[in-house]
């Protein structure tokens, strides 16, 4: 049973940082498509960042590059998303999600498998 489970939310003021973990048991994500998504309240859940071909190649939504980091330690079967200069408009539900498939993508219907989440709040 492949199961995802995300840590490390929390409440940080603007311009603080936080560091997002999701461990992955159950499945060998290595070779797929691993993401972050988030979902505010009243709004749709959106992609932030993804992590490929091995964990070789990253992309991220425009409103967190040069911001936000994801990386994966494979030993670990974990993914982590670095979120750094954090905003108020960052506070949402942090969603880890794994894919069957290996691919440049952050629409939430390529992946296949999600977490619970993770609260962030930041406050001003």
């Known amino acids: 049973q492949v199961q995802l489970v995300e840590s490390g939310g929390g409440s940080v003021q603007a311009g603080g940082s936080l560091r997002l973990s999701c461990a992955v048991s159950?499945?060998?994500?290595?070779?797929?498509?691993m993401g972050w998504f988030r979902e505010a309240p009243g709004k749709e859940r959106e992609g932030v960042a993804v992590?490929?071909?091995?964990?070789?190649?990253?992309y991220y939504a425009d409103f967190v590059k040069g911001r936000f980091t994801i990386s994966q330690d494979n030993a670990k079967n974990t993914v982590y998303l670095q979120m750094d200069s954090l905003k108020v408009e960052d506070t949402a539900m942090y969603y880890c999600?794994?894919?069957?498939?290996?691919?440049?993508?952050?629409?939430?219907?390529?992946?296949?498998?999600w977490g619970q989440g993770t609260q962030v709040t930041v406050t001003s």
């Open positions: 999600a794994a894919s069957r498939g290996n691919f440049l993508s952050l629409y939430t219907r390529r992946f296949d498998y």
């Open positions: 159950g499945y060998t994500y290595s070779g797929h498509s």
């Open positions: 992590i490929y071909n091995g964990g070789i190649s990253t």
